[in-house]
């Protein structure tokens, strides 16, 4: 997945490439932040939420403030984490498999599941450490759309440009990017050919998509984020990272 051999040229053109793919959007729908305000928490559009029957969660770790948060109003979450024995909390709407997932897996359980057949309104929140681009790509197109709301983490789309480039086109093409904001974990992740960012663009990005069809209108985001009252630092004890390479473009 890791672009190790292209040129300076080459990656500034992807670069180039990646801050059009990741221009955020306004599409006269409400922000709102569901789970813990750090790491763990996503902005949703709040007129969706009462939509939401079906909620997949996918990586869960020692956080379920966004699902305790949505339980409140859907139907049942299904939860899939292979890294964990247990959940940290539950709740009567949790239906927790101790696994991880991927495309293939998705497809079937998308399929399997009776009541998915008339959903197209399902939220999907992810956390997959890189896994998300398998995942996402390999979705079949009416499982994919099915789901009205995406709010995930993006690992290292500098490093894998190219599969995040063919990620982006393809959400993009569905769905429009509502809210973006800088992990900034991204501050304390280290290794070979890893930076923290490239000409202003980061390596670790939390991203909301809301589906074409439930946008009332779509016009490019003009203000710089973070957004007060919104974002916050996912570690608190590090400061957040401005983003705003759509002013230049």
């Known amino acids: 997945m890791t672009d190790s051999t292209i040129s300076l040229a080459e990656q500034h053109d992807k670069i180039a490439l990646l801050k059009e793919l990741l221009t955020p959007r306004v599409v006269g729908l409400t922000k709102c932040k569901i789970g813990a305000l750090a790491d763990g928490g996503y902005i949703l ?29 859907c139907d049942r979450i299904l939860q899939f984490d292979g890294t964990i024995p247990d959940l940290p909390h539950n709740n009567p709407k949790f239906v927790f498999t101790n696994a991880n997932i991927d495309s293939a897996a998705m497809n079937d359980n998308m399929r399997s599941i009776p009541e998915h057949e008339h959903q197209n309104n399902i939220l999907l929140k992810m956390d997959i450490e890189g896994a998300e681009y398998e995942l996402l790509a390999g979705l079949e197109m009416d499982n994919l759309l099915k789901i009205s709301q995406i709010c995930m983490e993006l690992h290292f789309p500098i490093m894998a440009s190219s599969s995040c480039i063919d990620l982006l086109m393809l959400l993009t093409s569905e769905f429009e990017l509502f809210h973006l904001h800088v992990n900034n974990a991204a501050l304390t992740i280290s290794g070979p050919g890893y930076k923290v960012m490239v000409d202003d663009l980061p390596n670790l990005l939390e991203l909301t998509f809301i589906r074409k069809d439930k946008c009332l209108f779509s016009k490019r985001e003009t203000r710089a984020f973070p957004l007060e009252g919104f974002d916050y630092p996912n570690l608190p004890n590090l400061p957040d990272i401005p983003a705003n390479w759509w002013l230049q473009l």
């Open 45 to 73: 559009a709040q007129e969706l939420i009462p939509e939401h029957r079906v909620v997949y969660s996918l990586g869960i770790g020692d956080d379920v403030s966004f699902d305790l948060e949505i339980a409140k109003t």
